[in-house]
């Protein structure tokens, strides 16, 4: 009976987690572009952005999804890190609802409210158009479902009567501050082990409201969930950016500072957040429903006061991260390396995972118009030692260019298993296509310094009048680049879709008009067939590079398929 007790006990944490990941991730579908919309326009000024941290992380019920959303916007140029910093610091205070809505589970056998839920969920799932609300009602569900078994079965374990638990613990002098040092490094170990600051707070309220820990522990262990949580985020952030790994250095900076002044006047502070609840942590006995109230107490005030210190000093600790972490030096040019998405665990919520995917090919998109900007300077270059050196850095930006393909699209791949919604699905659709047809521009942007090798090697050159040509038609289509690149960075709505048709059509005139006046050209002996040859191959490469581009640019625009 005991096993079994033990596996109902791990079973409903892990539901508790399924749970409130299942809530947020139906609200952000229900709400993911409003939300980001949000997070962009609603942070003019450091009050501003902390209250909208606070409600968004609120809503969502996850403070990782709201720092996602805000380091995205950082990368993106959208918010500093003054910005991020005050939003991440108002999703410190929105997760303490998490606390609340526990609190209020191990108030009273809520289970017996879940069961009416559950069949409305089921119903509304069916019904196609509202099934993100059914989906958030299963989420509630479950986590309402664990809280009540948590509660039962806590109750099942008789854990005061525990020999070897009161045992224990009786090892700990509850008013001794190494104890309270000693609990707070295992909630640290233990939050950063269970990747989940909600399941360790639930355990920590099943301990307390059981009578086996008493409340000064107990909170050393919310404490000690605080910097868990921030040390999985910076691990993470290690494989990203330098503006990533920076705001989530801000993030630990916050919880780390907090904790320090709560340790310096700690049993001060905690009798006064139990006199607000009406308990006193003196006492034998205190009512279990009181204690589970002093955790979620404790959990509001350490954010808010903690918050309410440190939003004076956004700039300090904006100088502060940007003084620990530097810039890698790597050439992000020259070295293969996903800026966003690379191996960034932190990303929890597929919708939002599609925001960093597009700001990844938004990159790959600029590369590829580097890569032929050196195509261009190829051509110009006389000096055998020179042309060498460039040409094997284009090879280098090919297998960059194929990397950067298949990397994404895995990517891509994985956030597509989870359960999404419609626009997204076709958001991750167009994103395959689009960087299926920008590798396709830099396998075109080989072709063509691949036959410039060929003309080198050779002992013929081009005419001056071919080369005046070439540097036209290669004029032409890096403004088609820049055309696509402007659209990849820009908003759809403001973008001039006929502009890059017409560039398309210039280069079809003009490569047809090149392709008649070669024929001409070396029916007159103006020059070899071999290099009347080699010159329409990099004139119908760059043709078709114009093609990809305005299929990168439909894909984008959610328009037809471009035929060539």
């Given amino acids: 009976m005991s096993l079994l007790i033990i596996f109902k006990l791990v079973g409903a944490i892990a539901l508790l987690i399924y749970g409130m990941k299942a809530m947020s991730e139906a609200l952000q579908k229900m709400a993911g572009s409003q939300l980001r919309h949000v997070l962009g326009a609603m942070t003019t000024n450091r ?122 613990f009786s090892q700990f002098d509850p008013n001794n501050f190494g104890t309270i040092l000693a ?24 301990l307390c409201t059981s009578g086996v820990l ?61 006199s607000l609840t009406g308990v006193d942590p003196e006492a034998n006995s205190i009512n279990p429903v009181r204690l589970s109230f002093v955790l979620a107490t404790f959990h509001t005030m350490f954010n808010v006061t903690n918050t309410f210190i440190l939003i004076w000093f956004i700039p300090q600790i904006e100088h502060f991260c940007c003084w620990a972490i530097k810039p890698r030096k790597a050439d992000e040019e020259e070295d293969f390396r996903l800026n966003y998405i690379g191996g960034n665990t932190i990303m929890k919520t597929p919708e939002l995972s599609v925001l960093e995917a597009q700001k990844e090919i938004q990159l790959f998109a600029k590369r ?48 597509s298993d989870a359960h999404l919604s419609d626009d997204t699905k076709a958001k991750i659709r167009a994103m395959l296509r689009e960087i299926s047809e920008i590798e396709s521009i830099g396998d075109s942007c080989y072709n063509i310094a691949r036959t410039l090798n060929r003309k080198t090697a050779g002992k013929e050159d081009f005419t001056e009048k071919q080369y005046e040509h070439l540097h036209q038609m290669l004029e032409l289509t890096d403004d088609s680049l820049t055309q696509m690149n402007v659209l990849m960075t820009g908003r759809k709505d403001s973008f001039d879709v006929n502009r890059s048709f017409n560039i398309e059509n210039e280069i079809n005139n003009y490569r047809t008009q090149l392709k008649n006046q070669n024929i001409n050209d070396i029916n007159n002996h103006e020059y070899a067939y071999e290099m009347g040859t080699m010159y329409m191959d990099i004139v119908s490469e760059c043709e078709k590079l114009g093609d990809y581009v305005v299929n990168v640019v439909e894909a984008r625009m959610g328009t037809r398929q471009h035929s060539a």
Wanted: net charge neutral; proline share 1%; aromatic share 14%.
């Fill in 47 to 168: 009050f501003t952005g902390m209250l909208t941290g606070m409600f968004v992380t609120a809503s969502v019920q996850s403070s990782a999804a709201t720092t996602v959303m805000t380091v995205s916007f950082v990368n993106a140029g959208l918010l500093t890190l003054a910005q991020a910093i005050s939003v991440i610091m108002g999703a410190n205070i929105g997760t303490t609802l998490s606390a609340w809505i526990m609190s209020a589970g191990f108030s009273f056998n809520i289970t017996n409210f879940v069961w009416p839920a559950f069949l409305i969920g089921i119903m509304l799932i069916y019904m196609k158009r509202y099934r993100y609300i059914g989906d958030f009602l299963f989420g509630a569900s479950f986590m309402f479902f664990a809280l009540g078994t948590l509660n039962i079965t806590g109750k099942e374990m008789d854990l005061a009567h525990n020999a070897a638990l009161a045992e224990f």
């Fill in 183 to 206: 609990f707070l490094v295992i909630g640290t170990i233990l939050t950063f082990c269970v990747q989940s600051s909600a399941a360790l707070m639930a355990i920590t309220m099943v």
């Fill in 214 to 274: 008493s409340i000064y522990p107990g909170i050393a262990l919310v404490m000690g969930e605080n910097i868990g949580t921030t040390i999985t985020a910076n691990l993470a952030a290690m494989t990203g950016n330098t503006q990533a790994r920076r705001a989530a250095l801000s993030h630990m900076f916050f919880n780390v500072f907090g904790v320090l002044w709560v340790l310096i006047m700690f049993f001060p502070f905690v009798n006064f957040v139990c």
């Fill in 368 to 415: 590829i118009q580097r890569m032929f900007g050196m195509v261009r300077e190829l051509l110009g270059i006389t000096d055998t030692n020179e042309f060498t050196k460039l040409y094997s850095r284009i090879e280098k930006y090919e297998s960059i260019s194929d990397n950067m393909e298949i990397e994404i699209a895995k990517y891509l791949n994985n956030v």
